[in-house]
């Protein structure tokens, strides 16, 4: 994969993931904000003060999460972010992520 077709890649997922938070937002699902700074995507839950940040790595061409629970990083295999240890799906891994901090359920999807 070339470096253009990781950004475009790592892009819309990161656009996915946010626009999926601020709908669970909207309709009182989820209490986060979330905020964007280029490659990187800071989620704050609002009731405990948490964050999970996402960020894509261009050089490793992987997505990172940082949360409570730990460091993990996602390749792309096929259409499909993997974690690099265990294999998990990159959206079901952080809908867990999610529900952890937040107190909640929501599949988060890609």
């Known amino acids: 994969m070339t470096e253009s077709e990781f950004l475009v890649a790592a892009e819309a997922t990161l656009g996915a993931l946010e626009a999926a938070l601020e709908r ?15 490659n990187v995507l800071e989620i704050e839950f609002i009731d ?5 940040i996402v960020n894509s790595q261009a050089p490793m ?8 629970s730990g460091g993990f ?3 792309l295999k096929g259409d499909v972010w993997r974690n690099t240890r265990d294999d998990s799906e990159f959206f079901s891994a952080l809908s867990t992520m999610v529900g952890e901090q937040g107190g909640t359920t929501l599949q988060l999807q890609p």
Not at 48 to 52: E, P
Not at 62 to 68: R, T, V
């Open 73 to 75: 990083h996602y390749k």
């Open 24 to 38: 669970a937002n909207d309709n009182d699902e989820l209490d986060v904000e979330c905020s964007r700074r280029g």
């Open 48 to 52: 405990n003060g948490s964050k999970i």
């Open 61 to 68: 061409q992987e997505l990172w999460i940082a949360a409570k």
